[in-house]
């Protein structure tokens, strides 16, 4: 069967290439690219500035783009959704605007061992500021998460907890549910970083109670420079601004201010119009898609890249044993062949995936890895993107001199 969206995607026509690196960043569509373009042929005025027709439509635009937003995660209320320019943009605004004016010395906040780099740092900062203190909930070697350990790890002096939806380097799914129940029976609140979980399956900010949510557009299709923060409005109203200057404020005088309504208090300077435009567009190309056509696709992808990798010696999967706990992302290790390596050999035969620790250094450091090779799979690749991964891989050991 031949994958009904590839053509859609004018590089992978462009380019000979196996691209297994959508974790990273995802391909665009040629309508997200077309919708881009067409704002600044169309619509292109500063957006929330001026009064004259131009600036008004190139406003609308940028507003419809927030409702579309709104639509894709269910959340109760425009005013909810930020735009940023990713989900490190977010979840720093959370820990900058909410942790710094909520938590005190003594409180706790409790992350996930699995986190990204963009989910543990800003926390790290905010526990130096307020002197609270960071702790974490540790995962079983298949990067899963124990009911009794996340149990274990709450105490009542948790205010704040965050996790990934889907972790990047094992594809597992964070104790998401678990710690928002656990973390509102303290009054506190819960971050979910969704950056690999966004662009895969649907997601309902109320169903899942959370009171922050952030993605990266990028991820998802959409321009490189516009991401998203979701937050309940009791939350943010409550919460002081990130960033100060143009477009946030409602007067100003010389030594103080007030601010702008949600969600512009949260948007200083020009905003990013042609972005939203393009994650808008991606929206619709995603919903055109549909997300039962866009698992069952990455599902069988994944089967048979996982099956393939299983079945070779020297190879370890990181992450556990089914195709469904995976997300469409395999980490991996090639033995005695470092994931730089792995990866310039996968280079040679057109293979574009990532090695490294994948900005989760903590959880390579606790499953006692340094780095790894990581492949991941989108919608949009093939299985003979996946045949030619296989193979490339199989031939590392033979052209490392191992045999
Ligand atoms: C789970 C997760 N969180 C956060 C990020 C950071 O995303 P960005 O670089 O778009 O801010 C990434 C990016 O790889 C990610 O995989």
């Known amino acids: 069967m ?18 297994l690196d959508s974790a990273a960043t995802s391909q ?14 169309r619509y292109n005025a500063n957006p929330l500035r001026g009064f004259y027709d131009l600036a008004q439509e190139a406003t609308q635009r940028y507003e419809e783009a927030r409702e579309a937003v709104r639509a894709f995660l269910n959340a109760a209320g425009a005013e909810e959704i930020i735009f940023t320019r990713n989900t490190t943009e977010s979840i720093n605004l959370v820990a900058y605007s909410w942790a710094l004016s909520h938590l005190r010395p003594g409180d706790e906040m409790l992350i996930t061992i699995s986190e990204h780099h963009s989910n543990i740092l800003p926390w790290q900062m905010a526990a130096e500021r307020t002197g609270a203190k960071l702790r974490y909930v540790f995962c079983r070697e298949d990067g899963s998460y124990d009911p009794a350990d996340v149990e274990n790890a709450f105490t009542d002096k948790v205010r704040l907890a965050a996790a990934g939806y889907v972790s990047n380097v094992t594809g597992q799914l964070g104790p998401v549910r678990q710690m928002t129940e656990l973390v509102h029976r303290n009054g506190g609140v819960m971050l979910v970083d969704a950056a690999q979980a966004a662009p895969h399956m649907p997601l309902d900010v109320q169903l899942m109670d959370a009171d ?3 993605f990266s557009g990028h991820k998802l299709l959409a321009p490189m420079g516009i991401g998203v923060l979701y937050g309940k409005k009791a939350l943010l109203s409550d919460m002081p601004p990130f960033l100060r200057g143009g477009e946030m404020i409602d007067s100003v005088r010389q030594q103080d201010a007030t601010f702008a309504e949600l969600p512009h208090c949260f948007e200083a300077g020009t905003v990013n119009g042609a972005g939203a435009e393009g994650l808008r567009a991606a929206i619709g190309y995603l919903n055109g898609a549909g997300f039962e056509q866009v698992e069952a696709l990455e599902l069988a992808l994944t089967e048979q890249a996982l099956s393939g990798l299983s079945a070779l010696p020297h190879v370890r999967v990181i992450g556990g044993k089914t195709a469904g706990e995976h997300h469409g992302i395999l ?26 620790h994948h900005c ?10 340094r780095s790894s090779t990581r492949a991941s799979i989108a919608f949009y690749n093939t299985p003979e993107d996946i045949a030619r991964f296989l193979e490339s891989v199989s031939s590392i050991r033979r052209k490392m001199g191992l045999g």
């Open 360 to 369: 989760a250094q903590p959880l390579h450091t606790y499953l006692g890895i």
């Open 212 to 214: 922050f949510l952030a």
């Open 2 to 19: 031949t994958n009904p969206f590839r053509a859609d995607f004018p590089l992978l026509k462009e380019l000979d290439i196996a691209f």
């Open 331 to 356: 980490a991996f290790l090639v033995e005695g062949v470092h994931p730089h390596d792995v990866s310039a050999i996968l280079n040679d035969d057109r293979v574009a995936v990532r090695a490294g």
């Open 28 to 41: 665009r569509p040629v309508s997200v690219i077309e919708a881009e373009k067409h704002y600044y042929e």
